[in-house]
Every structure is written in C-alpha cells, then in structure tokens.
C-alpha cells in the first residue's frame, strides 16, 4: 500500500514567472516616475505663474507709490511755493538712463534702443521736511534727501528697462545717492517692456482733455500731467511645456492702426515662456502747484 504523498512545496520561481515580476514592476516604476515628472512640472509652473503676478503687482505698486510722489515739496516749511519745473519727464524708447541728468537741466531725448521700444521715466522730488509725518523716498526705499528747494538740489529717480548681468531684462533705477553719486538699482527681473502715456489738463479744469506720448509734449505740457498710464510686459523665468500654447503677441496698449512702435510686443522665435500683461493709471497729486514753472 503505497503512503500518501505530501504536497510539493515551492522551491522558486520560473524563469517565465520571474520575468514577469520583473515587468510588473518596471511598469509600476516607470508610472510613479512620471507621475512624479508630471507634478514637478506641474508645480513649476504654478510656481513661475505666481512668480510673474507677483512681480506685476509689486512693480506696479512701486511705480504708482513713486508717480504720486513726484513733485513733491515740503509745503510744512513753505510760505510760498517757489517756482520750480514740473518733477515729471519722459522719454520714449530709450534705455540711456546715463545721458540724463535733470538737476542740472539736461533731459536727452529718445536713443531708439528701448527693449522692446521701451520708454524711460524720470521723477524729480524734495524730501519730506524732519517734523513732516509724511514718508518720502527714493526707490532704494531711503528717505529722499532733503535740501534747500532749488532745481539743483531736487532729488530725481530714472526708470528705464534694460537687461542685467544674467541677461534677463529688469526694471532698472537710477537715483542720486549720497552726497548726489548716482547709482543704479535693479527693482525686479523679468520685466521687459514698460510702455507709458500722459494725460494732461490744458484748460486747468481739473479734467484731462489730451492723452500724449512723451515725444509730443513741450516742456511746458509736463507740469499740466495729470495721469499716468503705465503697461508692462512682465515674463517667467522657465520655459513652458512643449504641449501649452502661449500666445505670440501682446498688447501693452490699445490704438488705432498704425500702433506705436512698442504698444505690442512679439515673443522670440523657439522661445515660449510665460508672460502677462499689467495696466495701471495713476492720478498725480503734487504737479500742480500755484509756484510750477515749465
């Protein structure tokens, strides 16, 4: 009689069964891998998404906070204000912030050479007086000297775009520093075109009638500013996935055909980066004063 026999126990696997674990979990790898990939990609460009808001935000901010300051005088010391010129001027397509020097009356005009046709904008203020509770400075964010309220001695801010040490365009200023050196500052990467119009009240109704670009306006025409529209064309620092489309052109301001050289602005061929466009107007508070001069 022959005895039972016990159930064979496994000693290893096939060659076949083997190679098909090693499969499983190749696949299982691979799907985590690009999963992985995909949320990386996709948290990157969330990240340059926020990154190219903030930096129009905080740039138009800047600017805005800056244009109410221009002119600015210490009116708690004044008896009677003196007669300056305006603390406004503009250039149209430029980046030479170098061949401008306003204390001393020297306003150049446009270079041509503008990234992307990009304007430049000078600003001309007085700190505020020691007792004043109000909060002047210059865009190093030190408060704006003081002195005595003469054309020479007003403090003056230069906006312009150009590009840094990297490479990549910027928002630039130039200001006076100490014991009046001028010195240039990045405000922030990434913006690479600042487009600007201005509205003036010629019949001193208190309501703008005419809106100009800085190469139609006299001397005189600046201190009769009464608005500013900014636009600026702010980019990420990434390149987009192969599979999102971005759009080609971008409009910093509206008008009729022909448009001004720099109200649109074209990407680069091959390049496709995340861009946005930020528009502000600002109403200027101290142009206006009974002492301006032209």
């Known amino acids: 009689m022959r005895a039972p026999s016990s159930p064979r126990r496994q000693a290893g696997l096939t060659l076949v069964e083997l190679m098909v674990a090693l499969a499983v979990g190749l696949l299982v790898v691979l799907a985590a891998g690009v999963l992985l990939q995909q949320a990386r990609e996709s948290y990157e460009d969330i990240d340059d998404a926020s990154r190219v808001n903030e930096t129009g935000r905080l740039v138009l901010d800047h600017l805005q906070q800056?244009?109410?300051?221009?002119?600015?005088?210490?009116?708690?010391?004044?008896?009677?204000?003196?007669?300056?010129?305006?603390?406004?001027?503009?250039?149209?397509?430029?980046?030479?912030?170098?061949?401008?020097?306003?204390?001393?009356?020297?306003?150049?005009?446009?270079?041509?050479?503008?990234?992307?046709?990009?304007d430049l904008l000078m600003l001309g203020l007085f700190g505020a007086a020691p007792a004043s509770r109000a909060q002047v400075g210059n865009c190093s964010g030190a408060p704006a000297p003081t002195g005595p309220l003469e054309e020479s001695a007003r403090h003056w801010m230069i906006y312009y775009i150009a590009a840094g040490s990297s490479?990549?365009?910027?928002?630039?200023?130039?200001y006076q520093g100490r014991h009046g050196v001028w010195t240039s500052d990045a405000i922030a990467r990434g913006v690479e075109a600042m487009q600007l119009r201005y509205a003036i009240d010629s019949d001193s109704d208190g309501a703008p009638d005419q809106w100009r670009d800085a190469s139609d306006m006299s001397a005189a025409q600046w201190s009769q500013?009464?608005?500013?529209?900014?636009?600026?064309?702010?980019?990420?620092?990434?390149?987009?996935p192969r599979d999102v489309v971005s759009p080609?052109?971008?409009?910093?301001?509206?008008?009729?055909?022909?448009?001004?050289?720099?109200?649109?602005?074209?990407?680069?061929?091959?390049?496709?980066?995340?861009?946005?466009?930020?528009r502000a107007t600002v109403l200027l508070r101290n142009l206006r004063s009974p002492g301006a001069g032209p």
């Open 248 to 278: 080609r052109r971008y409009e910093l301001l509206a008008a009729p055909p022909p448009t001004p050289p720099g109200w649109t602005v074209d990407a680069a061929p091959g390049e496709d980066r995340r861009r946005a466009v930020f």
């Open 66 to 118: 800056a244009l109410r300051q221009a002119g600015h005088l210490p009116w708690e010391d004044l008896r009677q204000p003196p007669a300056l010129a305006a603390g406004l001027r503009g250039v149209d397509d430029s980046r030479q912030a170098e061949l401008h020097d306003p204390a001393t009356g020297q306003f150049g005009g446009s270079t041509g050479d503008g990234l992307h046709h990009s």
């Open 167 to 174: 490479g990549e365009p910027e928002l630039r200023c130039r």
């Open 225 to 240: 500013v009464v608005l500013v529209q900014i636009a600026l064309l702010v980019r990420g620092e990434r390149q987009r």
